[in-house]
């Protein structure tokens, strides 16, 4: 079943080079899932499609975007999605019993889990509920693209559309990977990367200084300069600590 995401990935990624001349959707690092259908076959599960969704560039965030004009279809994206959100924050952070949000984020993970998994939880039939939904929207991508492009000037059109967001449209998280690499390199441990990012309107500035650049890729050699700039101005550079 998995490799069905992974033959959809690369189909997108095909798409991608015939029409710009780049695969765009960056390689996952993290494990794939192997069976048995366990519990930590569902956590990797997990952790890859929160990847896909937010750490492999802009492409599949514009694709989401697409299925705006197919209201069930976004609907499906974004309960997806927000799932896979959920079920990271439960696995990979600590949940306060105070906060309403994470009582909220809790009780989304349960719901979800009781209702495909049934209780006792089976979570192969979670793991198969959540490749399943994945395929899904996968699928939905590639019928959007597939129907923006059955028009020669539409298609033309579509990639302008995504090559502008590409280079200028920056989701605050995609701003962490840069802070975490400065931190390591200034040999700050246990860095909070996203505390930083949202501290004192750096977001808006960093999104500032990316639309001086005609590239993606030279924007971010540059937001990567500024911020390790910044990390080394608050706490040091290596020959300081």
Not at 11 to 40: K, M, W
Not at 207 to 234: C, D, H, M, P, W
Request: charged content about 30%; overall charge negative.
């Amino acid at each position: 079943m998995f490799e069905n995401l992974l033959q959809k990935i690369d189909s997108l990624r095909d798409v991608c080079a015939e029409n710009i001349g780049s695969r765009e959707i960056h390689e996952i690092s993290v494990d794939v899932p192997q069976q048995p259908f366990d519990e930590l076959y569902f956590i990797k599960t997990v952790a890859w499609c929160y990847v896909l969704f937010n750490e492999t560039g802009p492409f599949i965030r514009f694709s989401g975007k697409l299925l705006r004009a197919r209201p069930q279809a976004a609907e499906k994206y974004k309960e997806v999605k927000y799932f896979v959100q959920c079920a990271r924050t439960v696995h990979a952070h600590n949940l306060l019993s105070s906060s309403s949000t994470d009582a909220q984020t809790k009780r989304y993970y349960e719901i979800w889990t009781m209702e495909n998994g049934g209780k006792p939880c089976s979570w192969e039939k979670c793991s198969k509920a959540l490749i399943k939904s994945m395929d899904e929207v996968l699928c939905e991508f590639q019928d959007g693209w597939r129907l923006r492009s059955e028009d020669e000037s539409d298609r033309q059109e579509l990639w302008r559309d995504y090559e502008s967001e590409k280079r200028t449209s920056w989701d605050a998280h995609e701003f962490d990977p840069f802070v975490t690499q400065a931190a390591n390199e200034a040999q700050l441990e246990d860095f909070n990367s996203a505390a930083f990012r949202k501290e004192g309107n750096r977001v808006e500035r960093w999104r500032k200084l990316v639309r001086y650049f005609g590239s993606r890729e030279s924007a971010e050699k540059a937001v990567r300069r500024v911020i390790q700039a910044e990390i080394f101005n608050t706490f040091g550079a290596p020959s300081d600590v």
